[in-house]
């Protein structure tokens, strides 16, 4: 009876868990199929109609076949139809939004000029909004044209994804990593219930994380903000394993990007002061090397057209360049600055103290692990789009990604906050085979040690 009652228990979970996945993929074929009807921009549209179709598949995959192929089958037909297929189509047409011609412009003008910004901008695709880094994407263009094989290969689409997808694949790896030194390494031994699933459903929950609706349509029509947000997640990674050069390497390469992702620089600053002992000289040293680095990429062009810099990167996606801004989603923000200047003062204001409030918090209560720390800098950009005088909906895919990833990452913030996973020591010793050692051709994990029984007198207990 009891064997009976789990099997239908199990049972019960499997269709719950089935009704989840199909009820998943149908909410996001109905999202995306309202491009078509709603939007005005022909790559959404485009996106729309393909991703529908993919995410259609996916539902029917997961109501129909059975357990074992229905997630494998739903997943791969949404990414065919959700990225694939749409990102070459827009690939080999030459289309995209208009910030991917803004970036491998920017490259030209860097190659050309040594500064990604134009002197006199007059419509708005002349304005370039991001920091010299972003204008890296656009050297292949730059560089070998857009004929033959570099008409893919040359878009900075394709390279804003690599990116992306490479710095998650690598704050994985950096997590999944045991703490502590190479001798360590070298004398531990993983739980066999992480080893065993965990890739397995890290590589599951990035693809269906990739496949959907905040990822996947970004990275079609034009993947700008998400090589940030990647280079993010892979520098608090680091951060939360106590690699202050590498964490500031990597961020760095994000705030060389866009002005947005320098708040990561203080969520990780307060990360690893947090982390026990010399944790404040593994914060000094994090922030020494972003701001080195940052200024290495920065100060160039902000030393040859220092005009032209502020004018596009600081007063244009504020609202107060001669030229109006595209982003202009009904924000909160957005709304007030559209009663006027008050409207726009009053915005900046509640900006500054959103942006103070979570600061103090770093102060008071401090992240103690990788998902703690992504949260804050996910409360603290939602804080930043919602108040800036312009913004779009768009923006709030980065505070998604940066809830999710790590969670997938990471399976839970305990074994990345105060200790790293269980691991239960074995001896390399050769010719020793009792418990805990390695004999040949065998693998044993020594159990909990025993009590010895206590000693009975002579004659029995008395």
Known sequence: MTAMTA???????????????????LLAAVWAGAFPLVSNLDTHRVWGACAAAGYGGAALASCLLPRPRARTWAVGCALLGALVLPLLYLLLTGSGQSEVGVIERSAELLVSQST????????VTDYNPYLPGMALFGLPRALFGDGGPARIL???????????????????RVLAAPAGSRAALATTLPAPSRTSRAPRTFRTALAVLIAS????LPLCVSGVDLPMTGLCCLGLALAARHRPVAAGLVLA????????????????????????AGGGRRAVRCALVTAAGTLAAVLPSALLSPGPMFQQVLAF?????PVATPAASPLPGRLLADLGPVGWYAAMALLLCGGTAVAASLVVRPPAGVVAAADRLALGLCTAFLLAPAGRFGYLALPLVLFVWPRIAAGSDRPFSHRPFSHRPFSHHPGSHGPGSLAPGRRTVPGPARRPLPAVPAGGAR
């Open 154 to 172: 040359g878009d900075a689409r394709v390279w804003c994804a690599a990116v992306f997808l490479l710095s998650l694949w690598a704050g994985r």
């Open 213 to 216: 609706p905040v990822v996947a």
């Open 253 to 276: 390469a994000a705030c060389s990007l866009k002005w947005t992702a320098w708040p990561a620089l203080a969520v990780a600053v307060a990360l690893l002061a947090a982390s026990g």
């Open 317 to 321: 996606p504020t609202g107060r360049a």
């Open 7 to 25: 099997s239908a228990g199990r049972a019960v979970r499997r269709v719950g868990r089935r009704r989840i996945w199909v009820g998943g993929w």
């Open 116 to 123: 990604p910004y134009l002197a006199d901008p007059l419509t």
